[in-house]
């Protein structure tokens, strides 16, 4: 042993609204619940997760570019109602 402490590494995960690389305590779990996306901000939901800044730049972002459909693999537009709500009480 060298003696020198390693510090654990921040997983990284990426905004599926702006594409940059953040810390994934910084970001905004999103799942998909019943065809909507609901806000995880403890991360404990079940389920696929996608990730977003919380920010209505990046919420337009990733509506306009289809990107939760994709990330959360739903098949159909998604309702983000509740996530825009969310975002504009945060």
Do not use: I, N, Q, W
């Not at 997983?11 to 995880?40: F, I, N, Q, S, Y």
């Not at 996608?50 to 920010?55: D, G, R």
């Not at 306009?64 to 504009?88: C, M, Q, W």
């Amino acid at each position: 042993m060298s003696g020198r402490t390693h510090a654990r590494a921040c997983p990284e995960r990426t905004c599926v609204g702006c594409r940059e690389r953040a810390a994934k305590d910084d970001l905004l779990r999103v799942v998909m619940t019943e065809g909507a996306c609901v806000p995880d901000p403890r991360g404990t939901l079940p389920g696929r997760g996608a990730y977003l800044h919380p920010a209505k730049t990046c919420l337009d972002l990733a509506v306009r570019r289809r990107a939760f459909v994709r990330a959360l693999r739903a098949g159909k537009p998604l309702d983000t109602e509740a996530l825009t709500a969310y975002l504009a009480g945060a």
